[in-house]
């Protein structure tokens, strides 16, 4: 019984590895050998979809009016928060998700933006579910996170060199004082494990 319990609980890891595994062409990205850093840029379109049915506004202005119900001034720091993890926080997180095994067996760094790079790396949010639950919740859940990944020339952004969507990424799960922003940078960190995974098939 005891085996029999381990086994199905391999079986369905496997099966979540497999179904969050990102698609790749190996020819077309086999210029990232002879590179050594790759920018890495996050991107929101206006038309985000956040849940299943709320405009990124709608979403941004729920919650703030939810942390500011009792103090005004914690929905912004909530906003000022989410904001910053859009610019920098959240690509951090993927940055180190992608560096922590690739460093193991190849010279090619994902850096932030604000380096001198030949090559980009475009990572747009398509479609994100923050999740819910704190440090004491009964019922809790991860967040979750759909892209698009671009490989453009750095000087030239609209000429794609390799675009893939991916599959929906279930981050580890994550609470805090903003938990619904620490679930989607989880995503992202998981997204950028997930990434690697594929380029070891290139690098390694």
């Known amino acids: 019984m005891f085996r029999k319990i381990i ?6 890891i496997s099966t979540i ?3 969050q595994r990102i698609k790749i062409d190996k020819k077309k990205l086999a210029f990232l050998e002879d590179e050594s850093k790759i920018a890495v840029k996050l991107t929101f379109p206006e038309d985000l979809i956040i849940y299943s049915l709320h405009p990124e506004k709608e979403f941004i202005d729920n919650m703030k009016s939810k942390y500011g119900k009792i103090d005004k001034s914690k929905g912004e720091k909530w906003f000022e928060t989410y904001e910053l993890a859009k610019k920098e926080t959240w690509r951090a997180a993927f940055i180190k998700g992608v560096s922590e095994k690739l460093k193991k067996y190849s010279d090619l760094k994902f850096v932030a ?13 398509d479609w994100f579910y923050t999740g819910y639950g704190g440090s004491a919740s009964v019922g809790r859940e991860e967040g979750k996170l759909e892209t698009t990944l671009r490989f453009v020339k750095t000087d030239a952004p609209d000429s794609y060199l390799y675009s893939t969507q991916t599959p929906k990424v279930i981050g580890n799960y994550a609470y805090g004082e903003f938990g619904d922003i620490e679930r989607i940078k989880e995503c992202y960190n998981k997204l950028g494990y997930l990434l690697e995974l594929q380029l070891k098939r290139i690098l390694k």
């Open 113 to 125: 933006t604000e380096e001198d790079t030949k090559y980009t790396l475009i990572v747009e949010a």
């Open 17 to 19: 590895s497999f179904a």
């Open 7 to 12: 086994f199905l609980f391999l079986v369905s």
